[in-house]
């Protein structure tokens, strides 16, 4: 038998969080609590499990697929497990003027890595504005916002990371 998703307290806090939003929602418009319901499964799971996805399905009383069709367009959302650290480099205009691609380029250097590849540890993105433009370039770890990085300030960063 396959251990379930939710520790007890888990199951509990995913029970009571997921009512607690429904109580916003009219009865009949459950399916609108879908980006908070999806938010709560990932702050407890760290990524959207299928088994979750179900249970959010079933709460929200819509189908698994309109839960994996508002996951997927969302990159916040993971719905496969991601590495242990999630950087997202915003390489968008101003960014890019400001040395986000070199930047890029340095941090697959540094993690031995390539952009877009999940790994256990790393998952190394490019990502859209970041709306930090006055300030880049700028980077997000497990969506901790960084700006005006230097490669100095990007060695900082890594080095907390164990
Ligand atoms: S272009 Fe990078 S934050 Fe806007």
């Not at 819509?62 to 497990?81: G, I, L």
């Not at 070199?102 to 990502?127: C, H, I, M, S, V």
Request: proline share 6%; with cysteine; net charge negative.
């Amino acid at each position: 038998m396959s251990e379930p998703l939710f520790t007890p307290d888990e199951q509990k806090t995913f029970d009571a969080g997921i009512a607690e939003l429904l109580s916003h929602y009219p009865p009949d418009r459950k399916s609108a609590a879908m980006l908070p319901a999806l938010r709560l499964l990932q702050s407890l799971k760290g990524w959207l499990p299928p088994e979750g996805m179900q249970q959010v399905a079933t709460k929200l009383e819509t189908t698994v697929a309109r839960a994996y069709e508002v996951a997927s367009f969302y990159v916040m959302y993971h719905t496969q497990k991601p590495g242990k650290y999630v950087i997202d480099v915003c390489t968008n205009l101003s960014c890019a003027l400001r040395g986000a691609e070199g930047l890029l380029t340095y941090l697959e250097q540094k993690l031995d890595t390539k952009a877009g590849t999940n790994g256990p540890k790393y998952f190394l993105r490019e990502t859209e504005c970041l709306a930090s433009c006055g300030t880049a370039p700028c980077l997000q770890i497990n969506e901790d916002h960084h700006e005006n990085l230097t490669r100095a300030k990007v060695d900082a960063l890594l080095e907390k990371l164990s």
